[in-house]
């Protein structure tokens, strides 16, 4: 029987509240939410367009050629924990590998690679890592790379999240309550229409859907059709940020912060987090306008008609997925949090032209996911209650 080994890492790095009854609108309807505050921004220049083709974590196995033979290969492939997957305490490590010569070592890292939590020699390929009192939870990236005899590597990466935390000491009838409340308003999530799971990068450790969507427009007499790539919490995740934002507020939970703060989730975004992709609105009831998002911001894209009534191509719906970002606007969803309520949280320098914005909204966003804190919604009940 192989002997076990342990790696541990010490890292070094006006609407109605949750109580009230409010009608759900309809899913096509122009005014199914309120408008989002970001829409109207003047919004000045991104340096985030490179998020939109970083590659997926899940990246497929590498294959290495010899130098002296074509058809040598080294083949790996981290195989658990899964991708996506949330872990804690001591986790096993498993890869399974294969070369056309011997394989010499599989090697194991944490940090996207940036730290090496050791190696195995034999198959089958485990270690175990210990994350408990060690790493940080949140998103981790574990890579496995594998080296056969002669040299030649071969590398595969997933990417998990590590839950040490303690648990949950939210008031649970509270919970229960907003819970309720955000379940009987689903109707209010309009870009929810034929949906696929899908991916995008940066966002392995989250489940996303891509839908395409369709809503009423005043100014055609007809309805207009986008695509949106959205990580829409469930209800009860909604209600967990929230009330923990109304504790941390106070040091306790006041009814009337929660309902405030379920309201302005409702009246920004509906709950809905576009990661790319078009938010249509109608701000003024003039007709449906087109609004980018990126990482829950809205952005311009290079190139491509901004807050405009046509109807855009199936070609200039990727665009505006991928395209390179010109502008970047204020307001971060779901809550319509602004660079000044997050840097008064955190300390953390928000870039003159926003520049850096969409990528710390996506990561406090991340972050928060499958947790109890959504800084973001606590940077804007700190700021407005």
């Not at 505050?37 to 899940?58: E, F, L, Q």
């Not at 990482?295 to 719906?317: H, I, K, Y």
């Amino acid at each position: 029987m192989k002997a076990r080994r342990h790696a541990t890492w010490l890292l070094g790095i006006v609407i109605a509240g949750c109580g009230a009854e409010v009608a759900a609108p309809s899913a096509d309807a122009a005014d199914a939410t309120a408008p989002s505050a970001d829409a109207a921004d003047a919004i000045a220049p991104s340096a985030d367009a490179a998020d939109a083709t970083a590659p997926s974590a899940d990246a497929a196995d590498a294959t290495a050629p010899s130098a002296d033979a074509t058809d040598a290969t080294v083949t790996v492939r981290l195989t658990a924990p899964a991708n996506g997957e949330t872990v804690s305490g001591a986790v096993t490590i498993r890869a399974t590998a294969s070369a056309t010569q011997r394989i010499a070592r599989v090697e194991f890292f944490s940090a996207g690679g940036a730290y090496r939590l050791g190696e195995d020699r034999s198959a089958p390929y485990t270690l175990e890592w210990v994350t408990a009192g060690f790493v940080p939870d949140g998103p981790q990236r574990l890579r496995v790379v594998a080296s056969d005899t002669a040299g030649r590597q071969a590398m595969h990466e997933v990417e998990v999240r590590v839950r040490n935390a303690p648990a949950s000491t939210l008031p649970p009838d509270e919970v229960a309550r907003v819970t309720s409340w955000f379940e009987s308003r689903r109707g209010a999530r309009y870009m929810e229409r034929d949906c696929n799971t899908t991916t995008y990068p940066e966002w392995d450790a989250v489940p996303l859907r891509r839908c395409r969507y369709r809503v009423s427009d005043s100014y055609s007499g007809g309805t207009r059709w986008a695509e949106v790539i959205l990580a829409n919490a469930e209800p009860e995740q909604l209600a967990r940020w929230v009330v923990q934002a109304a504790q941390e507020r106070r040091g306790r939970v006041q009814r009337s912060d929660t309902d405030a703060i379920c309201a302005n989730i409702l009246g920004q975004s509906g709950g809905q987090f576009p990661v790319a992709g078009v938010v249509y609105e109608d701000m003024d009831g003039t007709g449906q306008r087109i609004y980018p998002f990126r990482n829950g911001v809205a952005v311009r894209v290079e190139g491509l008609p901004f807050a405009t009534r046509e109807q855009p191509s199936e070609s200039q719906m990727v665009a505006y997925r991928t395209g390179a970002i010109a502008y970047v606007g204020r307001y971060a969803r779901i809550a319509g949090t602004l660079p000044e309520a997050w840097t008064a949280l955190t300390g953390a320098r928000v870039d003159a032209d926003r520049s850096n914005w969409p990528a710390i909204v996506a990561r406090a966003y991340r972050d928060a996911w499958g947790n109890d804190r959504n800084a973001l919604i606590v940077a804007w009940a700190r700021a407005n209650l």
